[in-house]
């Protein structure tokens, strides 16, 4: 614990100051543009690496940078998609997995839970990128794993369309979805091409969404 | 999100270069010594204020920095949580509320929430708090809201005390828990003196905890 | 009841006799090749609107032709999919709305549900449609509803993708969606095109599918 | 695929123009007298074996026809139960198993639900089934199976007298319960006689109830 | 408090020792032969008014005595119930309502719960009841009242067979069910007698029962 | 049941009139000081040890003396709780266990749950003791179970501070909690000792409490 308030103490004495003015404008309002769901694990740092200031992205961290499908019993995901979309009106959504994700480690070795039943349970979100997981063949675990933590992005752009403040926003077209997977040793990130059903390098296609199009008008 | 992308790509090219030996060696794993919980909201970025490079802190995030108290149907936080405790041991879980937070501005000035049914729902996670709240005398709605802020804080630290990992973990004397409340404007922060029952300054009171001893041994 | 004690015996008399065989070779095995979604409601009989006897249709039937997401308590309509999905192995599944629909009605002219609170419950399942229907302007109530019954089709579209056996196999190819609506009163049925985001004449468009390709591979 | 829509097409053709009058005066009501409740089972088709007309029939079809009790979260039988008894007030609720149930096999076999988790948390609702059916000596398997669906009809009788709706017309004297299992090879079909408390022969015993009288007044 | 310390205090020196046998000889076991049921209010007294020692009772208390209908989430009163009959295979179960009880009341003059909303979440599972009362006429609010108590015992029971260890000890006829309402100011109890629906005295009717017979052998 | 009927009767006829007054004061209202929560077991009967007549106690029993953590589907216990503080304002709220607990001996021995379904979901609310009960090293397995019985009673009191009834209640200074574990064959009680976080003989510390001062004020 020393560490890390030595490090506020850092930030107090050596950061705050350099940043007085953009904090002393964000004081009272925020307005980011993006919501950025990912890991709760340490090594993916959002503002890091999308080189983002505070004020710049609302952010949803879990384990397994997991979004629920929408239910009766909405939880903390839920609420928080709902007020970045509804009352914040950021104009994208990104869910960003990455390597060696310890989530999908999980999921795809079939570890056992047992030890962690709360960990097991909030796992079963991501059903449905493990059947397809288990359902191929994969040339190694390493590959399985990787595998795993790509199904588990497209799964989650799934669920995230079942919530009736992203579906209204699509519909609307002022909302876009983004797919990325960060690798942690290379720096290197992949996106999901809704178009061409495949994740390709960012870098090299930094248009690329996930929801190519607005969703159809009824009617 | 022209920003955003133009923000990686800057990462890429700018950041990850000067870390890529830290890179490497997070590639197959993480450490980190705590976890931190703060709220979804863009203006507060845990590894900006504590200093913390990629691998320091196993993160939560969510709309209003709350941990649902334990039970039969544990959700992100409850999973990120026993993730962090009993997989990764960390040594210290904070709980980090912040002023001018939205969630807390709504609950204590009571906003309807029949626009945002799934915000209106995670919040009664800090009805314990809200209750409180209301009960109180305040000299402005601004104090109100930061009274809510700090209730928040105590009453999410009582719903961690209920999971199990954390118990043990704290039985076994190898967890230690803080509350924290930081000030946007001002840079400051707040943290919860457990024996003195109050919050404090931390830069003047660095070593204060939420919870000062171990918990009793029954028997 | 009268009736439908005659309508039995009217049945067991005159034309279970004259299918005797087709029930002879049913009675120890099913394999129907569609799963049928349909509406409680009395005027729509999935085996008569598309001229199928018995062991042809696999049914679920509730008010609003309703399918949610997929979740940690699944319940009735998450066992039907999931069964016809993985035990029967179906090749297609029909989510039919109808004109006229109760349901629909009631979600679309905001009816108070105070006296029916089992369905007002159920209909939030439908809240991705409502809510897009809500913002949209429309000529008249009647046109309102009729977007409705659209819309929902296209929210309970959605909510099917989330279910770990559909994902399954639509990512093999081996399962097909299908969006329609039925007009009571002329007995025209439309169908939703995937590919151009509306709903045409099943009539004039036989082919047309919800999803026109498979969902994509991952990696 | 073809199949279901040239039975369409053939329906449109040749049988809906028989009907127009009928359909026409549907087109905007519906007061179907009785409830169906039955099993998503292909080979059971409630419109054929009672002979009805469309308009005459309100129903329910999932999975082992089952209705779970009463509760907080009511689901899609229970909003669909409350929906024909209160809003359109049928006269008779009938729960209709069938010979060679899937899911009665299932539960009466205790096959391994592993692969099918919905299937299996789904068919808890009929564990006051299963554990009278497990506690029975029965001769053969197939006897076994054919007892648990008799059970299943009993035990989810009980559980539709805990809906409120169901209750109160009970208590109105307006609706009548009947518990029925169809024999798919002979077209035969037993009725649950609540006064001698066991099943008969429904051609020979037509005016057989499950809720042979009123139940009490309180007071 | 310091009362019920000095009640202990009593008990330990005048009480007990007069009891010691009995105390040692259920110092590692307890056969209890009834199960009993009812409301938490401090003044029905179950081993008062049934004049029965430690080791005869098993007892549950809770606001309303109400038992949930069974479902995939069991609560505290589903599990006691499962205890009692299956682990201490009791022989009665009795449902025992009172007069004055607040949670009845509460629901008989739609008592606004906004300020108790546990209670009023909890009091739905008594709905069956609720809706029947508010169906009929009553000459007075206290007759209402009266009525919502009568009327509560009855749907408690329905909900009470809804459980597989009561289901199946009723088949094997061990376990008999009792609905009692207790009246303070006079010290009557009336017993609700199954074969006449109708609540009696029970010092004059010792025999009457809620179900008089072992429910249907199925086949 | 004989017995139990036999024992109202003589209730009536020798106990009642000697109380009649009493009963007759208690007919329009109750004001207990204290909420006692005991577990269901025939054992223990509140108003006997703590020589309480009717009127004295509102008490709150399951198997196992379990309070669940506050939570978005309060049950039995949180609506009891809640009708105590808020409705009635208890001064002091018991948690008693007792020795022999047939629930803690379940957990502490892992016992097969699977014939008692209920019995294993409901005492998964006692998780946080039986992690820590787990952890450590204990002579014999009956001290096993003894230290499971002090340890869920800390469990439990820690679950209680998530409601905000009680919260709010500890932080105006008008309610108590009181841990505290009963010794069947000897009649001794053992008191929780906040302050001094071990279990003392009630007897000899009359003035222990679970919570030894109010709790803290935010700001
Ligand atoms: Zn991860
Ligand atoms: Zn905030
Ligand atoms: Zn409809
Ligand atoms: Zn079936
Ligand atoms: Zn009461
Ligand atoms: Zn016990």
Same mark, same amino acid.
């Given at each position: 614990?020393?560490?890390?308030?030595?490090?506020?103490?850092?930030?107090?004495?050596?950061?705050?100051?350099?940043?007085?003015?953009?904090?002393?404008? /964000?004081?009272? &309002?925020?307005? *980011?543009?993006? %919501? =950025?769901?990912?890991?709760?694990?340490?090594?993916? !740092? @959002?503002? /890091?690496?999308? &080189?983002?200031? *505070?004020?710049? %992205? =609302?952010?949803?961290?879990?384990?397994?940078?997991? !979004? @629920?499908?929408?239910?009766?019993?909405?939880?903390?995901?839920?609420?928080?998609?709902?007020?970045?979309?509804?009352?914040?009106?950021?104009?994208?959504?990104?869910?960003?997995?990455?390597?060696?994700?310890?989530?999908?480690?999980?999921?795809?070795?079939?570890?056992?839970?047992?030890?962690?039943?709360?960990?097991?349970?909030?796992?079963?979100?991501?059903?449905?990128?493990?059947?397809?997981?288990?359902?191929?063949?994969?040339?190694?675990?390493?590959?399985?794993?990787?595998?795993?933590?790509?199904?588990?992005?497209?799964?989650?752009?799934?669920?995230?369309?079942?919530?009736?403040?992203?579906?209204?926003?699509?519909?609307?077209?002022?909302?876009?979805?983004?797919?990325?997977?960060?690798?942690?040793?290379?720096?290197?990130?992949?996106?999901?091409?809704?178009?061409?059903?495949?994740?390709?390098?960012?870098?090299?296609?930094?248009?690329?969404?996930?929801?190519?199009?607005?969703?159809?008008?009824?009617?």
């Amino acid at each position: 614990m020393k560490e890390i308030i030595e490090g506020f103490l850092k930030f107090r004495k050596n950061v705050f100051p350099t940043h007085e003015d953009l904090f002393k404008g /964000l004081a009272h &309002q925020q307005s *980011p543009r993006t %919501l =950025f769901i990912s890991c709760s694990d340490s090594r993916l !740092v @959002p503002e /890091l690496i999308t &080189q983002h200031e *505070p004020g710049g %992205l =609302f952010v949803i961290r879990n384990a397994g940078n997991i !979004v @629920p499908s929408y239910g009766p019993e909405p939880g903390g995901v839920s609420a928080s998609v709902e007020y970045a979309v509804t009352a914040l009106q950021v104009a994208d959504v990104v869910i960003c997995g990455h390597s060696d994700c310890g989530a999908m480690k999980a999921i795809a070795t079939c570890a056992c839970m047992d030890g962690m039943p709360a960990v097991g349970s909030w796992l079963r979100y991501a059903d449905s990128a493990r059947i397809v997981n288990q359902a191929r063949h994969h040339r190694s675990e390493r590959d399985r794993i990787e595998a795993m933590v790509h199904e588990n992005v497209i799964a989650q752009l799934a669920n995230l369309q079942t919530h009736p403040s992203v579906r209204l926003a699509l519909e609307e077209g002022r909302l876009t979805l983004h797919g990325w997977v960060y690798d942690i040793e290379s720096g290197r990130m992949e996106a999901f091409d809704g178009s061409r059903r495949a994740f390709v390098s960012l870098a090299e296609n930094p248009h690329v969404r996930a929801t190519p199009e607005p969703l159809p008008k009824a009617m």
